[in-house]
């Protein structure tokens, strides 16, 4: 199962919006609710930002929302900060012989 | 508080095996579906393998499946990763993770919403 796809980098100034795509198949996104976004910082462990979609866990700031359409799931970051600056991974489940399945990460700067 | 500690990486060469462990507290590990997800240097994350609570379901990932084998002892709040034949592209950061709480037996790619700090496997001649 090949990973999820998504943009090797984006960026933005602090303030601003960006949001993050992660395109799949109806085979993994688009055929289920069960995709989750994390948010890695070098030397750090994984945090997840959002589950099911568009779950958000308690104590993580409004500024980040998930959504989805079709096969694509997005990550959108409003009012952003300095301290977004990180790698972002989607994930989701697959109909597949490997059931869970990352996207290749997002690296965003934020100017 | 809620934690997650791995151990027991360490340097091995191409063949040999590594086990290792992660140590749950602050929650009811019982209660929990686990997982194994790993980093290579310079990498993306990888999910590795899942068991859910009882043990009754696991998966694993069609790289790993036949030489990985995740186990859980719920009685000591830990979550294992017995590693076999293990190859110089296994060389990661290996992470445990606990799965978002769901009501079905299985709660595999619902979330992962505690890690632990990883542990360090490298293999190498």
């Known amino acids: 199962q090949s990973a999820l796809t998504q943009p090797a980098s984006v960026s933005g100034s602090p303030g601003q919006s960006i949001t993050i795509s992660c395109t799949g198949t109806?085979?993994?996104?688009?055929?289920?609710?069960?995709v989750s976004w994390y948010q890695k910082h070098p030397g750090k462990a994984p945090k997840v930002i959002i589950y099911?979609?568009?779950k958000r866990p308690s104590g993580i700031s409004d500024r980040f929302s998930g959504s989805k359409s079709g096969n694509t799931a997005s990550l959108t970051i409003s009012g952003l900060q300095a301290e977004d600056e990180a790698d972002y991974y989607c994930?989701?489940?697959?109909?597949?012989?490997?059931?869970?399945?990352f996207g290749g990460g997002t690296k965003l700067t934020v100017l | 508080e809620v934690q997650l500690v791995e151990s027991g990486g360490g340097l091995v060469k191409p063949g040999g095996s590594l086990r290792l462990s992660c140590e749950a507290s602050g929650f009811s590990f019982s209660t929990y579906s686990m997982n194994w997800v790993r980093q290579a240097p310079g990498k993306g994350l990888e999910w590795i393998s899942s068991?859910?609570?009882?043990?009754?379901?696991?998966f694993y990932a069609d790289l790993v499946k036949g030489r990985f084998t995740i186990s859980r002892d719920n009685p000591k709040n830990s979550l294992f990763l017995h590693m076999e034949s293990l190859r110089a592209e296994d060389t990661a950061i290996y992470f445990c993770?606990?799965?978002?709480?769901?009501?079905?037996?299985?709660?595999?790619?619902?979330?992962?919403?505690?890690w632990g700090q990883g542990t360090t496997v490298t293999v190498s001649s």
């Open positions: 109806s085979s993994d996104v688009g055929g289920f609710d069960l």
């Open positions: 994930c989701s489940y697959a109909v597949s012989n490997t059931p869970v399945i």
């Open positions: 068991i859910s609570r009882s043990s009754g379901d696991i």
């Open positions: 099911e979609v568009t």
């Open positions: 993770a606990r799965d978002v709480y769901c009501p079905s037996t299985t709660c595999l790619a619902w979330g992962m919403d505690v």
